[in-house]
């Protein structure tokens, strides 16, 4: 089965509320492409396959998010974490104190890596999280796939801590949420990059002097790279340039299409014009075209509504990046 949650489904479908004994439903939803919210220590997140693009898909519609900001990835435990992402002597030492607990790693993303690439925004990296939460372990184990999960709120909202908050934001757009009462941290988990000298990316539950008693001082973000603090993470543009709202493509270009205008494209990120569809493929098709013999990207237009904002949003950025860079 590949039909996935329909968000923006304007609450024709209620949300399921899941009790903890219903874990097995819960993981099986999600195992077949539906967007299931859980508790976890620190907020209730949106989860949803992380292997399946029309899955990550979804979960950027359901939250009404203009933009394509790399998804935590959640598993188990350290060892689900190895096939995904390229440990090195701090992770494993800070794995080893704070796993399972409100830490995230931002790792190197692995070659062989089966993660969706819009789950990581197309970066080279990927952040991981191993949740103490009792029901939010069994979910994980009971799937056995990694999970994506932001929290479970609408973009600008607040972070929900129970289940009747999360039905307050996204009732209707997802197919369930399980129940595991309120959240004990209440704030969302710390993320240190580890892709250069560690760096905190987003404050949250482990502390900076618990961080620094392993791994030594933290170097701030956006000293020395082009880190930037907060949520930002560096966005991944293609090497070739993007010319965008095209109708055909010029002599060396590959054309990237969209919907059914668009014979004749090199790729067509949906024949039939569907937005979920279209955000499920961007990533991996860019990444296709951006090599030789193709000299540049004609990208089809890509309509302003639903899920084509933040697909034009991350387009115009790949449009006006400094190439090289
Ligand atoms: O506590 C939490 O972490 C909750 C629960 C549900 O686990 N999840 C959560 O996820 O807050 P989300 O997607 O809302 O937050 C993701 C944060 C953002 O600040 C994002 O920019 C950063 O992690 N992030 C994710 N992947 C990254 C990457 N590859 N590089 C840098 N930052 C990244
Ligand atoms: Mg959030």
């Given at each position: 089965m590949d039909a996935p949650a329909k968000p923006g489904h304007d609450g024709m479908n209620m949300t399921e509320i899941l009790k903890p004994s219903e874990i097995g439903h819960a993981a099986e939803l999600l195992r077949a492409g539906e967007l299931v919210a859980f508790p976890t220590e620190t907020v209730y997140g949106l989860g949803g396959?992380?292997?399946n693009d029309r899955a990550v898909a979804a979960i950027f519609a359901a939250k009404d998010r203009p933009k394509f900001n790399p998804l935590i990835v959640h598993v188990p435990n350290a060892g689900a974490a190895r096939p995904l992402v390229t440990f090195n002597a701090r992770a494993e030492a800070l794995a080893a104190k704070f796993w399972p607990g409100p830490l995230t790693l931002v790792l190197p993303r692995r070659v062989?890596?089966?993660?969706?690439l819009l789950a990581g925004a197309g970066l080279d990296s990927l952040a991981i999280r191993v949740p103490a939460h009792p029901i939010a372990q069994e979910l994980l184990r009971a799937v056995a796939r990694p999970i994506a999960a932001p929290s479970?709120?609408?973009?600008?909202h607040v972070s929900p801590t129970g289940a009747d908050h999360v039905i307050a934001e996204l009732d209707g757009r997802i197919v369930a949420v399980l129940d595991?009462?309120?959240?004990?941290?209440?704030l969302e988990s710390t993320v240190l990059d580890l892709t250069g000298a560690p760096a905190v990316l987003r404050p949250g539950a482990i502390t900076a002097e618990q961080l620094t008693a392993i791994v030594g001082p933290l170097s701030a973000p956006g000293g020395g790279t082009a880190r930037s603090p907060g949520m930002m993470a560096r966005h991944y543009a293609p090497a070739r340039p993007l010319r965008l709202c095209a109708t055909s493509a010029q002599p060396g270009e590959a054309w990237l299409g969209f919907g059914p205008d668009a014979a004749g494209a090199t790729l067509n990120l949906s024949p039939r014009g569907d937005l979920t569809e279209a955000a499920a493929n961007l990533f991996a098709y860019l990444r296709k075209l951006d090599?030789?013999?193709?000299?540049g990207i004609a990208v089809s237009p890509i309509p302003e509504r639903g899920l084509g904002v933040a697909i034009n949003d991350r387009l115009r950025r790949g449009a006006t990046a400094v190439k090289g860079a």
């Open positions: 396959d992380a292997t062989d890596c089966r993660v969706s479970a709120n609408r973009s600008g595991g009462g309120p959240c004990s941290v209440g090599c030789a013999p193709h000299i």
